[in-house]
């Protein structure tokens, strides 16, 4: 595996070999191969199980804090690549990068998460805020929280994102009816709301691209 990984391209293993090698670096003569497709069983995929919580990797038979420790650093090292890469362009010009880095963080999630990019005059990324980790059912209290949030470090407009758990990412009517409340308070207030991206493991879905906002 380590020639094939190091002569190959990014194909050259298979996800349960990339996970066997890292548990190869934390697990000492032993094979690792069983334990790497059990994890990728039991939490679906790569960023699953990268991005999996420690107690939850612990919890596996086999693995202990060596190995979690192994796994996660994976899963933090891509999240801090894909957030550089947000931070370095204008966002609305690097929107592919913007949804890579969406879904290494929230994708995996088994809980809503709800956020906020505050951009300036260029679309720079401003702020990157995580709201709440909970629901939308609060949209009032959100709305407040987003806008004086916006005024006080002096955007000039956001993206809204969350992801929906069940993996699809088709937008419910609550969610309209936020995004709706949200540009409203904005626009009052001379603030762009650029789109709202809701993520799943399924793909995304963009509401100003489906012509919703």
Do not use: C
Not at 2 to 14: K, S
Not at 121 to 132: G, P
């Amino acid at each position: 595996m380590r020639q094939r990984l190091l002569v190959g391209n990014g194909d050259a293993l298979a996800d349960h070999e990339i996970i066997e090698y890292l548990l190869m670096t934390a697990i000492p003569r032993q094979d690792v191969k069983p334990l790497a497709r059990l994890l990728l069983k039991r939490f679906g995929s790569l960023s699953g199980v990268f991005n999996a919580d420690p107690r939850a990797l612990t919890g596996i038979p086999g693995i202990k804090e060596t190995a979690a420790a192994a796994l996660k650093i994976v899963g933090v090292s891509a999240l801090r690549l894909a957030r550089s890469a947000v931070r370095e362009k204008p966002v609305l010009s690097s929107w592919q990068a913007l949804i890579d880095y969406l879904h290494i963080d929230m994708a995996h999630l088994n809980h809503e998460r709800v956020r906020v990019l505050y951009l300036d005059t260029q679309n720079r990324l401003i702020v990157d805020d995580v709201l709440s980790d909970g629901t939308l059912d609060e949209s009032a209290i959100y709305t407040r929280e987003i806008i004086r949030k916006a005024m006080d470090i002096g955007a000039a407009s956001m993206i809204l994102v969350h992801n929906h758990p069940s993996g699809s990412p088709q937008p419910s009517r609550a969610d309209i009816q936020v995004t709706q409340k949200i540009i409203e308070a904005a626009r009052l207030l001379n603030i762009s709301v650029h789109d709202h991206v809701i993520i799943g493991r399924e793909g995304h879905v963009s509401m100003k691209a489906k012509g919703l906002i």
